[in-house]
């Protein structure tokens, strides 16, 4: 089978709906439009991502010799029937030029090895990618054609992975629940994730842009703590953003008292 691979999109706005994997730095740009939280993904040895989840992110060791790789993303939290705030009511990106670098990687994702990449090219249900041989060839001989976008965002990735592991360390030593959590999540067949809030990064990671970070969260986190609420289904999401919004409000005014957050404790989701 050729191993080149067409991709076109038709803007459609499908894939801006739900969950929005971003970088650290795109995270904090849009403070003031996304909620943000931090999406913990376990994988086990022998996953096809396993290599590259363990570099970007974090492991895990466990008992009898077992180790679990662990993604730790920063991301636009929004229920899968949410569109992102940035999608305009003609499907297009209203922030297009400064959109972040996952969405101008879409459909690549430098969490995976390039090598399969080509499996990202299927469109899911309902989206209307065209992959027709009249869009443009975007793989070929195992590689993407155009890929500043690929490898400007798996810099970053390198880049803020250190960081990401510091936070990880705090959260395995003082939030034992994160660690049955993750365990529990990667023994199911198909893959579930953990969510812990912005809160407790900035509060681990001693960030010295917390109190500013935590004000732009507190007007976003309660819109969406009063668009979700009412609705069980949105239970889960619904919660989280009241408990976050708390958790920002605490740290905005402890960071308004005392310009450090060092000696801050980190609280479970
Ligand atoms: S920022 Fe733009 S491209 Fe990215 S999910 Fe939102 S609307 Fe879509
Ligand atoms: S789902 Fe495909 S066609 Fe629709 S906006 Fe996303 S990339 Fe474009």
Same mark, same amino acid.
């Given at each position: 089978?050729?191993?080149? !691979?067409?991709? /076109?999109?038709?803007?459609?706005?499908?894939? @801006?709906? +739900?969950?929005?994997?971003?970088?650290? =730095?795109?995270?904090?740009?849009?403070?003031?439009?996304?909620?943000?939280?931090?999406?913990?993904?376990?994988?086990?040895?022998?996953?096809?991502?396993?290599?590259?989840?363990?570099?970007? +992110?974090?492991?895990?060791?466990?008992?009898?010799? =077992?180790?679990?790789?662990?993604?730790?993303?920063?991301?636009?939290?929004?229920? =899968?029937?949410?569109? @992102?705030?940035?999608?305009?009511?003609?499907? !297009?990106?209203?922030?297009?030029?400064?959109?972040?670098? *996952?969405?101008?990687?879409?459909?690549?994702?430098?969490?995976?090895?390039?090598?399969? /990449?080509?499996?990202?090219? =299927?469109?899911?249900?309902?989206?209307?990618? $065209?992959?027709?041989?009249?869009?443009?060839?975007?793989?070929?001989?195992?590689?993407?054609?155009?890929?500043? $976008?690929?490898?400007?965002? !798996?810099?970053?990735?390198?880049?803020?992975?250190?960081?990401?592991?510091?936070?990880?360390?705090?959260? #395995?030593?003082?939030?034992?629940?994160?660690?049955?959590?993750? %365990?529990?999540?990667?023994?199911?067949?198909?893959?579930?994730?953990?969510?812990?809030?912005?809160?407790? #990064?900035? %509060?681990?990671?001693?960030?010295?842009?917390? +109190?500013?970070?935590?004000?732009?969260?507190?007007?976003?986190?309660?819109?969406?703590?009063?668009?979700? +609420?009412?609705?069980?289904?949105?239970?889960? #999401?619904?919660?989280?953003?009241?408990?976050?919004?708390?958790?920002?409000?605490?740290?905005?005014? *402890?960071?308004?008292?005392?310009?450090?957050?060092?000696?801050?404790?980190? *609280?479970?989701?």
């Amino acid at each position: 089978m050729s191993a080149t !691979r067409h991709f /076109q999109c038709t803007i459609c706005g499908q894939c @801006c709906y +739900g969950l929005l994997p971003l970088t650290c =730095k795109d995270a904090f740009a849009n403070a003031a439009r996304f909620p943000l939280g931090f999406v913990w993904t376990a994988l086990r040895q022998g996953s096809k991502d396993y290599a590259m989840t363990a570099t970007l +992110g974090t492991t895990l060791t466990l008992a009898h010799r =077992k180790e679990l790789a662990v993604m730790i993303t920063p991301t636009a939290y929004l229920p =899968k029937s949410f569109p @992102c705030p940035a999608l305009g009511d003609d499907n !297009r990106c209203s922030i297009h030029l400064n959109k972040p670098s *996952r969405c101008r990687t879409m459909p690549f994702y430098p969490y995976r090895d390039e090598r399969y /990449q080509a499996e990202l090219l =299927k469109p899911r249900l309902g989206w209307a990618c $065209d992959t027709s041989t009249a869009a443009p060839v975007v793989f070929k001989d195992h590689q993407i054609v155009l890929r500043d $976008d690929f490898d400007q965002e !798996r810099q970053a990735l390198l880049e803020q992975a250190p960081v990401l592991r510091r936070y990880a360390d705090y959260m #395995f030593k003082y939030s034992p629940w994160l660690v049955g959590a993750l %365990t529990q999540a990667s023994s199911q067949t198909k893959t579930r994730s953990v969510v812990t809030s912005l809160s407790s #990064f900035l %509060t681990a990671t001693r960030n010295a842009d917390a +109190g500013r970070l935590a004000r732009l969260q507190l007007p976003v986190l309660n819109d969406y703590a009063t668009r979700t +609420g009412g609705d069980a289904q949105l239970a889960e #999401f619904h919660q989280n953003y009241r408990n976050w919004f708390q958790e920002m409000t605490y740290l905005s005014q *402890r960071l308004d008292a005392s310009p450090t957050c060092a000696d801050a404790s980190v *609280r479970s989701d």
